[in-house]
């Protein structure tokens, strides 16, 4: 069965500095990964996807699919990161299964 | 563009009571889910359709049932509450290759 694991539940960084996301999947298929975002206050959104392999709000993830991991990333963490991430495995008809969510928290 | 609505916002039941969450997405998407959200588990797939007319279980289907009314409107039904159906509750829809989610129902079930 499809499994999404996101070993820390919560980040606490300074602004300035890097953040990582840590992100690992098992799943027997092609792997289709993304990562969502909650603001407080708002609903859940998409941040970003592997396949387009795009540069979101300065985060980034790569696909890694010898070590299986979708790890997001970003050099300098600004105040506005401030949420909560999940990360999410498409496991066909664009069914999801979630990770249990990374609550980051940005200090000024 | 309203995209997708989720009704009531916030609910209290009794256990043993009875209610329906409503959704309803005006982007024209064949498929619509209901997840639920727990501190500490993330979000879990209830249930999904993936085109009107068409119902199919989750993860955690047990104690729910849907209805796909049209192409717009996916409800989701608790036909007996119980305490462990206190959750936030989340509606999404998608046409391709990613979901887009209501702002969810908070249910608390004393």
């Known amino acids: 069965a499809q499994r999404v694991t996101q070993p820390e539940k919560l980040l606490s960084v300074f602004k300035g500095a890097p953040v990582e996301l840590k992100c690992n999947y098992s799943?027997?298929?092609?792997?289709?990964l993304f990562w969502y975002v909650q603001y407080s206050r708002q609903r859940l959104q998409l941040l970003l996807r592997?396949?387009s392999r795009e540069s979101i709000k300065g985060f980034t993830a790569d696909l890694n699919k010898g070590e299986t991991s979708f790890h997001l990333k970003k050099p300098f963490a600004q105040e506005e990161d401030s949420a909560m991430y999940y990360c999410a495995l498409d496991y066909g008809n664009n069914r999801l299964a979630f990770g249990k969510g990374n609550q980051v928290v940005v200090i000024p | 563009n309203a995209g997708v609505t989720q009704t009531p916002k916030f609910q209290v039941l009794k256990t043993g009571q009875s209610m329906t969450l409503q959704c309803a997405q005006d982007m024209n998407h064949n498929s619509m889910y209901w997840y639920r959200q727990d501190p500490g588990m993330g979000l879990r797939l209830i249930y999904y359709s993936a085109s009107e007319g068409t119902t199919d279980k989750g993860e955690v289907p047990n104690g729910y049932n849907v209805s796909r009314l049209n192409k717009r409107e996916f409800s989701l039904r608790l036909e007996s509450a119980a305490p462990s159906q206190t959750s936030v509750y989340f509606c999404?829809?998608?046409?391709?290759?990613?979901?887009?989610f209501g702002n969810g129902t908070r249910l608390t079930v004393t």
């Open positions: 592997h396949i």
């Open positions: 799943y027997s298929g092609s792997p289709e």
């Open positions: 999404a829809s998608s046409e391709g290759t990613y979901l887009h």
